[in-house]
């Protein structure tokens, strides 16, 4: 078949069902079409959904749990099988690699992460996690061997602030270590129970020119492609994301005999203080977001006003200085409501911040031609979300591709994306493989 047939072939099938890729030149015959498996994408999807799920029922496969141990441990195996041969490096990232033809290519790396936020969904890191792992297997299935050696990476605690990938291009720090986990535990004590090594962490550390390229598919946590019934995001940038804990001390006192106007209401002080942060991130044009999504009140009772408040406070924006200029604007409103309130409020800058990054050029239109032939309706657009694929964009090119969030929710257990469209994802990453393989 003549190469402009195929593909116009190609593209009305995949209009056609949605998970079909176009023929394959490399070691197939032609006339067979190379297509990932879209029901064993989706039945690993809810497998890997049973790890984790806690006595209450909640979904909970937090970074360095046991759900988090046993999802890993469940999918080295499968990675074993795959021929992969797992290893865990100093920072609890796993490790596949497949050998290419060509042993002095720098490896194409694809993954993500299978962790989870507490209470999370079943789709962020998995997609992306499980499709590296479905290539493989397709390549195995079809005999295929690539130029480049392959380096499937599923990062560890991507959604306790991306520990693994940062500790990958060296940006761990020992206060970042020293951190305390979601888990409970720190990241240098979380990092051990997952099999790394933190008093070795650089061992871990690659270095620009390690990787020909990075890729990492992932649903999109929000609502744009959906809503513009677009099948692909070609993801441009990724955001800069800066997390303050904010102390409000005020004074706990009793709650029936204290007059109002003799109060030092730490609880009244974080609310006003909640208001002021979202009037100051809407106060200027943009996409930048800030939200509080922590809070403990001291002492926490009916009749007690409160004494003490601890508040997360979380920026982010594409670029880094206007983060900055944010919160000089947010401490300004702080110090005007610690006044009024006779509360003193206080931050602390936590370890572990990620810096904006713009994903590659050139990787991005590789990744858009191939969405094209695959006949899939495109968008080049930011991530709001961060992840592991901004810190080893400053070692290798790196892009990101985005597949539909049904609702636009994630971050939740409402989180969902359709077979189809996971199956697009991955045909699209595989392609996108083959091209960069080609190179
Ligand atoms: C990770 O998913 C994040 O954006 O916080
Ligand atoms: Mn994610
Ligand atoms: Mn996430």
């Not at 046991?66 to 890993?72: L, V």
């Not at 936020?117 to 290539?135: H, K, R």
């Not at 001390?249 to 009244?268: C, I, S």
């Not at 009916?302 to 947010?330: C, T």
Request: net charge neutral; glycine share 10%; aromatic share 6%.
């Amino acid at each position: 078949m003549q190469r402009r047939n195929f593909i116009q072939q190609s593209s009305l099938t995949v209009i056609g069902l949605g998970v079909f890729g176009p023929l394959l030149s490399n070691n197939k015959k032609a006339g067979t079409v190379l297509s990932v498996n879209s029901k064993r994408i989706e039945s690993r999807i809810f497998e890997l959904a049973k790890f984790g799920v806690d006595e209450k029922g909640r979904n909970y496969r937090v970074a360095y749990t046991k759900g988090d141990i046993e999802g890993r441990a469940w999918f080295m195996d499968l990675m074993k099988k795959a021929g992969l041969d797992p290893t865990i490096d100093a920072a609890g990232n796993i490790i596949g690699k497949r050998k290419g033809k060509n042993p002095s290519l720098k490896p194409i790396g694809f993954g993500s992460h299978i962790d989870m936020v507490p209470e999370g969904g079943n789709y962020d890191g998995t997609l992306g996690s499980i499709s590296a792992l479905e290539i493989i297997e397709v390549l195995n299935e079809n005999n295929i061997v690539t130029e480049h050696p392959l380096e499937v990476i599923i990062f560890g605690n991507e959604e306790g602030g991306t520990i693994g990938s940062k500790a990958m291009v060296g940006e761990i720090t020992n206060d970042g270590l020293k951190q305390k986990s979601q888990s409970g535990l720190t990241m240098a004590e979380g990092i051990k129970a997952i099999g790394g090594n933190p008093d070795n962490i650089q061992s871990c550390i690659r270095k620009k020119g390690d990787f020909h390229a990075w890729v990492e598919l992932h649903i999109e946590q929000g609502g744009i492609l959906e809503r513009e019934k677009i099948q692909i995001g070609v993801v441009e940038g990724i955001v800069g994301i800066v997390h303050w804990e904010v102390t409000v001390e005020g004074f706990a006192n009793h709650a029936g005999a204290t007059p109002m106007n003799m109060r030092q209401d730490a609880l009244l002080a974080a609310s006003k203080f909640i208001i002021a942060v979202n009037e100051v991130v809407n106060s200027v044009k943009g996409t930048q977001v800030g939200t509080v999504g922590k809070i403990a009140v001291q002492p926490g009772a009916y009749n007690v006003i409160p004494g003490k408040v601890i508040l997360g406070l979380e920026i982010r924006d594409l670029s880094a200085q206007k983060i900055e200029m944010l919160f000089r604007e947010i401490e300004k409103r702080a110090a005007a409501i610690s006044a009024d309130t006779k509360t003193k409020i206080s931050f602390e800058r936590q370890p572990n911040e990620s810096k904006p990054a713009l994903t590659d050029k050139k990787l991005q239109q590789t990744i858009n031609a191939s969405a094209k032939a695959l006949g899939f309706t495109t968008k080049f657009m930011q991530s709001g979300a961060g992840h592991d694929s901004q810190h080893i964009a400053s070692i290798a090119p790196a892009a990101m591709i985005f597949i539909p969030s049904i609702d636009g929710i994630s971050h939740s257990p409402k989180e969902f994306s359709t077979a189809t469209d996971m199956a697009n994802g991955a045909n699209l990453l595989l392609q996108t493989i083959l091209k960069l393989d080609k190179e």
